[in-house]
């Protein structure tokens, strides 16, 4: 079992839907960040979230930070083609130093 | 300018071979880290430097072996190459962790 597991693993989706991933943990995060990665790149940060309950947006984005800081989401309205990647979330304990991977969505929106 | 470059970007080899991945970031910060992301596409840090000292340091077998000359550069060793090494390996760098991390494009390695 991986600390922080995403839902669902896989979506594919027509462009113009609206679409949610969830990542969860039993743990709690100082802060947590979404990244996206494009096949043969590395993942590039989209967000950070650092207070509980915390929504922020980026464009068609939109970001959760769990009220107990042990969840986030990620809501993608109206998605376009050029949103297809594989999205990961990663969380920082409340100690430590290093971001812990979760186990990604991988996303493909159809033109 | 890339701001965290990894060579090679591809490396095939053989089975008992040893190889290097090479590291550089030039953004200034001072923790580097290596990952490796498995067939599944999860990542998993195995290193991480802060001014060239290693401050984390994962279950990873010691065929694996970092070297940080300085804070811009942080180089994988890697002996005796298995199977079960084939995956993509990511150099990444940050500044204060929570402003997040910053990749490179990665090195495919594919052992035969």
């Known amino acids: 079992t991986q600390l922080l597991e995403q839902s669902p693993q896989f979506l594919s989706i027509q462009e113009g839907e609206n679409l949610t991933v969830y990542c969860n943990s039993s743990?709690?995060?100082?802060?947590l960040q979404w990244y996206r990665q494009e096949p043969g790149e590395g993942p590039v940060l989209l967000v950070t979230?650092?207070?509980?309950?915390e929504v922020k947006k980026l464009k068609r984005l939109t970001f959760q930070f769990g009220d107990a800081r042990k969840d986030s989401s990620l809501h993608i309205t109206a998605a376009q083609p050029g949103d297809t990647g594989l999205y990961l979330c990663?969380?920082?304990?409340?100690?430590?130093?290093?971001?812990?991977f979760g186990t990604g969505t991988s996303l493909t929106v159809i033109p | 300018d890339t701001a965290v470059s990894q060579t090679p970007k591809y490396l095939v080899t053989q089975m008992g071979n040893d190889k290097s991945i090479k590291c550089e970031q030039n953004?200034?910060?001072?923790?580097m880290y290596w990952y490796k992301q498995d067939s599944k596409k999860f990542l998993k840090i195995m290193f991480s430097?802060?001014?060239?000292?290693?401050?984390i340091n994962e279950t990873v077998p010691n065929r694996f072996s970092p070297k940080s000359p300085d804070k811009a550069h942080l180089n994988l060793h890697i002996n005796s190459l298995e199977l079960g090494d084939s995956a993509v390996y990511f150099c990444?760098?940050?500044?204060?962790?929570?402003?997040?991390?910053?990749f490179g494009s990665g090195t495919r390695l594919t052992v035969v």
């Open positions: 979230v650092v207070t509980g309950g």
């Open positions: 430097y802060n001014n060239k000292e290693l401050i």
């Open positions: 990444a760098s940050s500044q204060v962790v929570n402003y997040g991390y910053t």
């Open positions: 743990s709690v995060f100082s802060s």
């Open positions: 990663a969380g920082a304990r409340t100690t430590g130093n290093q971001f812990y």
């Open positions: 953004l200034g910060h001072d923790t």
